[in-house]
């Protein structure tokens, strides 16, 4: 199993969801395996944000047969616990569950959103599939708030070529997309009039549409059989009424990090 430092960062509070999409990796045979990595990342503060901070991604990764604990990179899932119920050559099909590791957003990451209630760490259930070639990856997911703390829901859908100069080195890069419940935009871009009252901005309801729209672009390099060296940068757009909110401050999101991992 090979950890994805892109979905380590996909689903940090820091950063849009999947602002840097996941690249599936081949599975190992069905005996138990283990990947143990770090990366740093620097990611806008909250979703909106004009200023960015670093964030140290510790990444870890368990499976045994069809089950995994940890990074999930078929389902931008930085960590969790789930199975696989397809996993031919091309398609893999499977579920997990998942918590927040922090808070998505807080009232002190930024002073404009003094006065805005933090949004709570929540448990999340995902069903994913993704459609790999040696060229191409399509990867998709569905994520619900299980957890009652109105993150609503998502769905993500990416597209990465890929393309192989050496046996160690590749390059991804790829479109994708996040749509977002009317409950999910509005806990992280809506405005109620509570809030209008304690923060001083507007009141803004965004509904259900279209929370992210990105590029990524990626390189892994394979050292040897068990080290693995890469780095991934994202641009995301936050789009149509999620970028007119007046929480966000900035439109166009950029996030980029390196990372290493360890496979035995």
Request: hydrophobic share 40%.
């Amino acid at each position: 199993m090979m950890l994805s430092a892109g979905a380590a960062l996909a689903q940090t509070g820091s950063a849009p969801s999947a602002v840097v999409a996941a690249t599936p990796q081949d599975l190992p045979d069905d005996g138990l395996h283990y990947s143990l990595g770090f990366g740093a990342f620097v990611a806008p503060k909250y979703a909106g944000a004009s200023d960015s901070h670093v964030i140290p991604a510790p990444l870890f990764g368990v499976r045994y047969d069809r089950f995994f604990l940890g990074t999930v990179p078929d389902a931008n899932v930085p960590f969790g616990i789930g199975a696989y119920l397809d996993r031919d050559n091309a398609i893999r099909v499977g579920v997990a569950l998942s918590a927040d590791l922090v808070k998505p957003r807080k009232s002190s990451d930024d002073a404009r959103l003094t006065g805005m209630p933090d949004i709570e760490r929540t448990a999340h259930a995902t069903v994913f599939a993704s459609y790999n070639l040696a060229w191409l990856s399509v990867v998709s997911s569905a994520t619900q708030d299980i957890g009652g703390k109105d993150q609503g829901a998502t769905a993500t859908l990416d597209v990465l070529g890929k393309y192989r100069p050496t046996e160690q080195l590749t390059f991804t890069a790829g479109p994708g997309v996040t749509w977002g419940s009317s409950q999910y935009n509005q806990t992280f871009y809506g405005v109620t009039a509570a809030d209008s009252a304690s923060s001083g901005l507007a009141q803004y309801t965004p509904g259900s549409g279209l929370a992210a729209v990105r590029f990524s672009v990626g390189a892994m390099y394979q050292l040897d059989k068990d080290w693995t060296l890469g780095a991934r940068i994202g641009a995301t757009r936050l789009p149509g009424d999620v970028g007119d909110s007046p929480i966000v401050e900035k439109k166009n999101q950029m996030t980029y990090g390196v990372f290493t991992n360890y496979n035995f």
